[in-house]
């Protein structure tokens, strides 16, 4: 059963450019969660979706930044015209369902963004 | 807004030695309480976690963490480490039923 897949691993992008981060979640979870990790900081929530929905985007910057969960295909986090700040590590995780399911996020092994 | 403090961002023990991870939040309303651990190139995994109930949580890979309101703290322990358990550990709490707040993350090594 394969776990959470992200890709890239790794991204480097010019300022100005845009980045696109996919996610698949587990089979059969229906919920994803994005998450940022800064440099020496922990990680912090930016979004969570449901297929097709936006369920929760409080902890995403207001401009440039935006994500998805169509009916098929990958989670997808889209960042345009990069700045340095945005390089960052993001964590995708999903899970079976929420509340009942609390905690047992599932995380995918991370993109690296590298903004020069 | 809440925060999670994990207290030394590096910890070296010996193989065999107890390991002790430190974990303090910022509340007054007990949140749910996690630790995970993440290896190299590898996603975070669940170590444990704390809802409601017994203060005292085991985990997974002889892990266990205390859950102790008056101190609004949540340490990690494991009596013996093994070289196995080398990888970066984060606490994490939560006030609802998805949002997770995580600390910076501790590294731990292991010394033969």
């Known amino acids: 059963n394969a776990g959470v897949m992200q890709n890239p691993r790794h991204l480097v992008r010019r300022r100005g450019q845009e980045a696109r981060l996919r996610c698949s979640p587990m089979?059969?979870?229906?919920?994803v969660y994005w998450y940022r990790q800064l440099p020496e900081e922990g990680l912090k929530f930016m979004v969570y979706?449901?297929?097709?929905?936006?369920?929760?985007e409080s902890g995403m910057p207001k401009e440039r930044f935006s994500a998805e969960f169509p009916k098929e295909g990958p989670s997808i986090l889209r960042i345009q015209q990069v700045v340095r700040g945005d390089s960052a590590a993001y964590f995708c995780?999903?899970?079976?369902?929420?509340?009942?399911?609390?905690?047992?996020?599932?995380f995918g092994p991370g993109t690296r963004l590298t903004v020069t | 807004a809440q925060s999670v403090t994990q207290l030394g961002s590096h910890v070296s023990v010996s193989e065999g030695a107890l390991v002790l991870l430190r974990c303090n939040y910022s509340?007054?309303?007990?949140?749910?309480l996690f630790w995970y651990v993440q290896y190299p190139n590898q996603g975070l995994q669940l170590l444990l976690k704390?809802?409601?109930?017994?203060?005292l949580v085991k985990g997974i890979n002889g892990f266990e963490a205390e859950f102790k309101k008056s101190e609004t703290s949540f340490h990690l322990t494991k009596p013996s480490a093994h070289m196995s358990d080398a990888a970066e550990y984060f606490c994490?709490?939560?006030?609802?039923?998805?949002?997770?707040?995580f600390g910076a993350g501790t590294t731990v090594t292991v010394r033969a």
């Open positions: 509340s007054s309303v007990p949140p749910y």
């Open positions: 704390y809802t409601t109930g017994a203060t």
């Open positions: 995780a999903s899970s079976q369902n929420s509340g009942t399911d609390l905690g047992e996020q599932y």
């Open positions: 089979k059969g979870h229906s919920h």
């Open positions: 994490a709490v939560s006030y609802d039923d998805y949002k997770l707040s």
């Open positions: 979706l449901q297929k097709e929905n936006i369920i929760d």
